[in-house]
């Protein structure tokens, strides 16, 4: 079968798979390459999909590209997340308008369905390739920020696979044009999506009323798991996952999870650690990420890669727009697995003696509270409202340590 109908070249890992060429990006100069690059060869079509996109030094270079393309004729359509972009003027891209492409905040408007958010990340260029991935467009997730940039992953696709996508997202983007969120329109989307049953699958999440595509392949593949390696920089799923973690490990299987040790939010370090004492008791091994900020979303289960926005919390199974592409793969999956290792590696080992030491009743008061607020409201405003409540609470007891 053929990959691709026009050959491109681009950074990271390459493997082929059923006819597509995919590029594993791990080093974050790769990843604004690979966006860059792929903007520069648009010959008809551009959308972009993006929770936080913001105009600093790599966010105007990704802005200004895109202004380009439109210029020289190419279709643009760009959907923002106007909460994960709340800091950024409209201003910011206009110059996309001005070169006579389209830019759309979604959810921009105060209502109840303001709390589901767009956390996609998709780059699709002409119906044939596609970035996605869990970074998003700022100065961190290039490795520009020194010791505060992120530890992310992503990956490009070239192929048949490419056009499925491309229909789902250019749908998406006509249904949030006006800023609304049409949520029974929404929800249809996602219950009618095909993922295909191929060894490459788009999985969507988002808000239904039953279970979504990517919670329910996750749920599936978790069944009768061997191995599992997860890197999670939010993890507080739900008890069924739990459970199914648990027990495999409990069955001799190994179950890693590469967990944030450092974030710009400790409301949901906290909402992980509540879990721990459980998971640790069943042979569950847990480390914390600490070279740098942890924002991977990376599941590898025997065979079955997962790479995308998705987090492993509440919100990203069940409530926010989310995209993941389910790999399988046996070579892809050992060198995923590999990767998750040298993670691993370079991570602080979690012990069950050192987790009791640190289980204080106001500990695990303030992180059943962080594990309530961030599956309940964006992460955000959770770690806000955490962070306060935390603080009075210290003013209170000021001889206790938290």
């Given amino acids: 079968m053929e990959a ?32 860059l690059r792929l903007i520069g060869s ?27 393309a439109a210029l020289r004729g190419v279709k643009v359509d760009v959907l923002v997340d106007s909460f994960g972009s709340s800091k950024v003027p409209a201003s910011f891209f ?10 759309h905040f979604f959810s921009s ?54 056009a499925r996508i491309s229909t789902y997202i250019s749908e998406l983007i006509r249904l949030s044009a006006d800023g609304g969120v049409r949520l029974l329109a929404l929800r249809r989307l996602i219950r009618t999506w095909q993922p295909g049953d191929g060894p490459l699958q788009w999985l969507v999440g988002g808000p239904t009323n039953r279970i979504s595509p990517w919670a329910l392949a996750l749920k599936r593949d978790l069944q009768n798991a061997r191995t599992i390696d997860i890197v999670a920089a939010y993890f507080s799923p739900t008890q069924t996952i739990l459970r199914r973690l648990a027990s495999t490990a409990r069955k001799g299987g190994d179950v890693r999870l590469v967990l ?56 990203s199974l069940f409530i926010n727009k989310e995209l993941m592409l389910r790999i399988d793969d046996a070579g892809l999956a050992d060198y995923l697995r590999r990767l998750a290792g040298g993670l ?37 405003i959770g770690r806000r409202i955490s962070l306060r409540i935390t603080q009075m609470l210290q003013k209170r007891l000021p001889g206790k340590k938290a």
């Avoid at 109908?5 to 974050?28: C, M, Q, S, V, W």
């Fill in 344 to 380: 691993a590696r370079a991570s602080k080992i979690q012990t069950t003696a050192a987790h009791r030491n640190r289980l204080t009743w106001f500990n695990r008061f303030r992180w059943s509270l962080a594990y309530l607020l961030v599956n309940s409201v964006d992460y955000n």
């Fill in 260 to 315: 944030a040790g450092r974030t710009d939010n400790g409301a949901t370090i906290g909402a992980a650690r509540i879990l721990y004492g459980y998971l640790l008791k069943r042979d569950v091994q847990i480390c914390e990420y600490q070279p740098q900020l942890l924002h991977t979303k990376l599941l590898v289960i025997d065979n079955a890669c997962y790479i995308g926005s998705a987090n492993l919390d509440i919100r």
């Fill in 42 to 68: 648009a010959t008809h079509s551009l959308t972009l999909s993006m929770y936080m996109f913001h105009n600093d030094t790599s966010g105007t270079e990704v802005r200004d590209a895109i202004a380009e």
């Fill in 109 to 162: 408007r105060w209502r109840l369905s303001y709390l589901i958010r767009n956390h996609q990340k998709l780059l699709v260029i002409d119906d044939e390739h596609a970035l996605i991935g869990g970074f998003n467009i700022t100065d961190q997730y290039f490795g520009r920020r020194g010791d505060d940039s992120w530890e992310d992953l992503g990956l490009t696709i070239s192929g048949p696979e490419v």
């Fill in 4 to 35: 691709s109908k026009t050959a491109l070249e681009l950074p990271g890992k390459r493997f082929e798979i059923a006819g597509n060429i995919l590029y594993i990006l791990h080093d974050p100069e790769e990843r604004l390459q690979s966006l």
């Fill in 94 to 103: 206009q110059p996309i308008a001005d070169a006579g492409g389209s830019y």
